[in-house]
């Protein structure tokens, strides 16, 4: 069993990304209105920042920023998946073992995470996360993609409408 190694930095800002189960599934942005209540449910019970978020049909990528003296990132993912999974129908396949342990069998168990280090890298995984739909072939331009924070740093000034 490999011995997985969080960086835990209070008050950081990290990049995630969050797959679901099925890699064909088109569930996030089927069920938009129920991921957007879990992350807002989350961050009342739990705050963070969200810098830059972008939901695709079947993974998201997103950078957020916890508060200061808090480095609990993994309780916020466990929240918004387990949230999620209440709110939409139960129609996804299940093994046995996934039954068993009343795992509803939406999302991989694990998710990836990175500690931005630096504004250099912090700029990096922003424009990651805005331009991952382009970068799939869901849209030919960021700004066509509805699911994103990219409207947003558009209305701030940091990109062009393109």
């Known amino acids: 069993m490999p011995n997985y190694r969080r960086f835990l930095l209070p008050g950081g800002t990290y990049f995630f990304t969050v797959v679901l189960r099925d890699r064909r599934s088109d569930l996030l942005t089927r069920h938009i209105d129920a991921l957007r209540v879990s992350v807002r449910e989350t961050r009342a019970r739990y705050p963070f920042l969200i810098d830059a978020w972008t939901v695709l049909p079947e993974h998201m990528h997103f950078v957020l920023t916890l508060p200061e003296n808090d480095h609990d990132f993994s309780n916020r993912i466990k929240a918004i998946k387990t949230r999620f999974s ?6 996804e396949a299940r093994t046995s073992s996934m039954v068993r342990r009343g795992e509803r069998g939406i999302w ?4 990836w995470e990175h500690a931005i280090r630096d504004q250099e890298d912090y700029e990096r995984h922003v424009d990651y996360v805005h331009f991952n739909a382009v970068k799939h072939g869901h849209v030919s331009r960021a700004h066509e993609w509805p699911w994103s924070t990219f409207h947003r740093w558009v209305d701030a000034g940091v990109y062009a409408r393109e």
């Open 86 to 91: 209440r709110r939409v129908p139960p129609t």
């Open 108 to 111: 991989q168990r694990r998710f």
